[in-house]
């Protein structure tokens, strides 16, 4: 039976306007949705100022010493962002540059600052204390030298023409556990604190 009643025309109307409306509000957001993930595009002048890792190489879980005594969970590199630096448990100078870094660069990021961790892979003797106690409270270091220890070397090991322990780069890890981007010896802080707010700003986890 056909609803002859004067207000079924104006209720399809009025549900083609819903619809339409409906459209032009979602269509712009999904396609953006596409474009950023889907297509990997970005709009032109939006700059990242760590090498991105192509592709983002995800990093196994592991349980290794801890400089603290016992052993880390293996999924340490998880659940929060990670600021990683690789290198000999001396800690030299670049060494202790680079943990400073990353300590200032957590610090900057105010009230995101607990959604990320900080994590120093070392081979040999390891830490110079009170030193690191004090300089660097809640710092995770973590023995690298056993077999799961390389494992994950392996993993962090990209493009760089020396060893990754001696590379003496600063790595930006995401909750998942995928090693996403990377900063050469020296690079700009600004740059480091610049990309992580804006994948804190992105990022519903961690």
């Known amino acids: 039976m056909t609803d002859s009643s004067p207000?079924?025309?104006?209720?399809?109307?009025?549900?083609?306007?819903?619809?339409?409306?409906?459209?032009?509000?979602?269509?712009?957001?999904?396609?953006?949705?596409f474009l950023y993930y889907g297509a990997s595009w970005r709009p032109e002048g939006e700059t990242h100022y760590g090498g991105l890792a192509k592709p983002p190489r995800s990093l196994p879980e592991v349980s290794l010493p801890s400089a603290a005594?016992?052993?880390?969970?293996?999924?340490?590199?998880?659940?929060?962002?990670?600021?990683?630096?690789?290198?000999?448990?001396?800690?030299?100078?670049?060494?202790?540059?680079?943990?400073?870094?990353?300590?200032?660069?957590?610090?900057s990021l105010?009230?995101?600052?607990?959604?990320?961790?900080?994590?120093?892979?070392?081979?040999?003797?390891?830490?110079?204390?009170?030193?690191?106690s004090t300089e660097h409270a809640g710092l995770i270091a973590a023995d690298v030298d056993g077999e799961d220890g390389r494992r994950l070397l392996d993993a962090v090991a990209g493009h760089e023409g020396v060893g990754v322990l001696n590379a003496g780069r600063i790595y930006v890890v995401d909750p998942l556990?995928?090693?996403?981007?990377s900063y050469e010896p020296g690079a700009e802080p600004k740059g480091m604190i610049t990309d992580l707010r804006r994948l804190l700003k992105l990022s519903h986890i961690g």
Do not use: K
Not at 86 to 105: H, I, K, N, W
């Open 69 to 107: 005594g016992g052993r880390t969970p293996a999924d340490f590199l998880r659940r929060q962002w990670t600021l990683l630096y690789v290198g000999p448990g001396s800690c030299d100078t670049r060494c202790r540059q680079a943990l400073y870094e990353m300590r200032q660069v957590r610090l």
């Open 7 to 33: 207000t079924a025309p104006h209720q399809r109307r009025a549900r083609r306007m819903f619809i339409l409306l409906a459209l032009l509000f979602i269509a712009p957001v999904a396609i953006a949705f």
């Open 177 to 181: 556990g995928n090693l996403l981007l």
């Open 110 to 132: 105010n009230q995101n600052m607990d959604r990320v961790q900080r994590v120093f892979l070392y081979s040999g003797e390891c830490c110079e204390q009170p030193w690191f």
